[in-house]
């Protein structure tokens, strides 16, 4: 019997409860080792595959789909896929899907987080105080910066960068945005558009949550940094790439901006070792969507759309729909 059944591949470990479901169905081999796979081990894995629930951490581009003739989808368990390559996902009729939606208010939630931790220190107090050096009450002891009243810039406003703005009224901010393209009023939702450069100058801080490509690569450097104000935080949430993390540290450490509040790096997990050092930088390790709830959430979608290709349905959230015209046609 099981010869016949669809194979499917999953790459780290995900609540074990959803994929012994899926065992039900499908031949399925898991990671439960959950370490991160090396190319040759994931082309291993993949190799006779029919569909792989794959994270963000793996690579999937054309010399692994050439390895994988049987497979028809692969489904990212995260909204972000700078991990695939579309062109050759659709090159080789393969389905790309993501997981759009379901965690816009947890990421939304923890870039908060990061921007009060940072603003008022929260990591460098925590630090000092489990240090024993909290001695005694004093007047001007690790002060912050306010967010109250104050204008905050949004670089991508998207689902996230909306879910984000939503919670400044809470704090009566003024909400600026920058995409590329300026959106229609109705998605602007009172949030005003600057350019990039005048969002950097003008905002007393700055959340950025634009996905990774050629085009955001280094979309903060030096240059953009030494546009912001001295007293502002910087928070990424978005993908370790779209800020350039020797020109930050460089930033913080010069103390030519206040904080900043850090999910995602550069070749992460190995960030830059200069980013431990500094007291005035707040560093999560890529954790902005997961909260038991959300994770939930994003397996069930990616379950979701890995099955409804596989059954030759159409799936929720395909990220190159070419595929599936080319298979109607
Ligand atoms: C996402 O969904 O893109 C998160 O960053 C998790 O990888």
Redesign the pocket.
Same mark, same amino acid.
């Given at each position: 019997m099981s010869e016949t059944r669809l194979r499917v591949a999953v790459t780290r470990r995900i609540f074990p409860e959803l994929i012994d479901a899926l065992r039900a169905r499908y031949d399925v081999r898991d990671n439960q080792d959950d370490l991160p796979l090396s190319a040759d081990e994931l082309a291993r894995r993949l190799g006779d595959a029919d569909g792989a629930l794959v %994270? !963000?951490g793996d690579r999937i581009d054309a010399p692994l789909l050439a390895a994988c003739p049987r497979l028809k989808v692969v489904s990212n368990i &995260?909204? !972000?896929f700078n991990n695939i390559d579309l062109t050759a996902c659709t090159e080789h009729g393969v389905a790309a899907t993501n %997981?759009p939606d379901v965690?816009n208010e947890a990421t939304a939630d923890h870039a908060w987080a990061l921007l009060l931790a940072a603003a008022r220190r929260l990591g460098e107090a925590e630090r000092w105080l489990r240090a024993g050096r909290w001695k005694r009450w004093e007047f001007e002891a690790l002060m912050g910066v306010e967010l109250f009243g104050k204008t905050l810039g949004i670089v991508g406003l998207g689902r996230i960068g909306r879910a984000i703005a939503r919670r400044a009224a809470g704090f009566s901010m003024r909400v600026l945005y920058h995409n590329r393209t300026r959106l229609a009023p109705e998605l602007e939702g009172g949030a005003e558009y600057r350019t990039l450069d005048a969002l950097l100058a003008e905002a007393d801080h700055v959340i950025v949550v634009v996905p990774y490509s050629a085009a955001t690569h280094h979309l903060i450097g030096a240059r953009e940094l030494a546009l912001m104000k001295p007293t502002a935080v910087l928070v990424n949430i978005a993908r370790g790439g779209v800020v350039d993390d020797a020109a930050l540290i460089a930033a913080l450490r010069a103390g030519r901006l206040f904080a900043a509040g850090l999910d995602v790096f550069e070749n992460e997990p190995a960030l830059d070792p200069g980013f431990l050092a500094l007291e005035n930088a707040v560093l999560s390790p890529?954790i &902005?969507?997961s909260t038991r709830e959300t994770r939930a959430a994003m397996a069930q979608l990616a379950i979701r759309n890995l099955e409804d290709v596989l059954a030759g349905r159409r799936p929720p959230a395909l990220l190159n729909p070419e595929v599936w015209e080319r298979r109607r046609a």
């Amino acid at each position: 019997m099981s010869e016949t059944r669809l194979r499917v591949a999953v790459t780290r470990r995900i609540f074990p409860e959803l994929i012994d479901a899926l065992r039900a169905r499908y031949d399925v081999r898991d990671n439960q080792d959950d370490l991160p796979l090396s190319a040759d081990e994931l082309a291993r894995r993949l190799g006779d595959a029919d569909g792989a629930l794959v %994270t !963000g951490g793996d690579r999937i581009d054309a010399p692994l789909l050439a390895a994988c003739p049987r497979l028809k989808v692969v489904s990212n368990i &995260a909204v !972000g896929f700078n991990n695939i390559d579309l062109t050759a996902c659709t090159e080789h009729g393969v389905a790309a899907t993501n %997981t759009p939606d379901v965690l816009n208010e947890a990421t939304a939630d923890h870039a908060w987080a990061l921007l009060l931790a940072a603003a008022r220190r929260l990591g460098e107090a925590e630090r000092w105080l489990r240090a024993g050096r909290w001695k005694r009450w004093e007047f001007e002891a690790l002060m912050g910066v306010e967010l109250f009243g104050k204008t905050l810039g949004i670089v991508g406003l998207g689902r996230i960068g909306r879910a984000i703005a939503r919670r400044a009224a809470g704090f009566s901010m003024r909400v600026l945005y920058h995409n590329r393209t300026r959106l229609a009023p109705e998605l602007e939702g009172g949030a005003e558009y600057r350019t990039l450069d005048a969002l950097l100058a003008e905002a007393d801080h700055v959340i950025v949550v634009v996905p990774y490509s050629a085009a955001t690569h280094h979309l903060i450097g030096a240059r953009e940094l030494a546009l912001m104000k001295p007293t502002a935080v910087l928070v990424n949430i978005a993908r370790g790439g779209v800020v350039d993390d020797a020109a930050l540290i460089a930033a913080l450490r010069a103390g030519r901006l206040f904080a900043a509040g850090l999910d995602v790096f550069e070749n992460e997990p190995a960030l830059d070792p200069g980013f431990l050092a500094l007291e005035n930088a707040v560093l999560s390790p890529h954790i &902005a969507s997961s909260t038991r709830e959300t994770r939930a959430a994003m397996a069930q979608l990616a379950i979701r759309n890995l099955e409804d290709v596989l059954a030759g349905r159409r799936p929720p959230a395909l990220l190159n729909p070419e595929v599936w015209e080319r298979r109607r046609a």
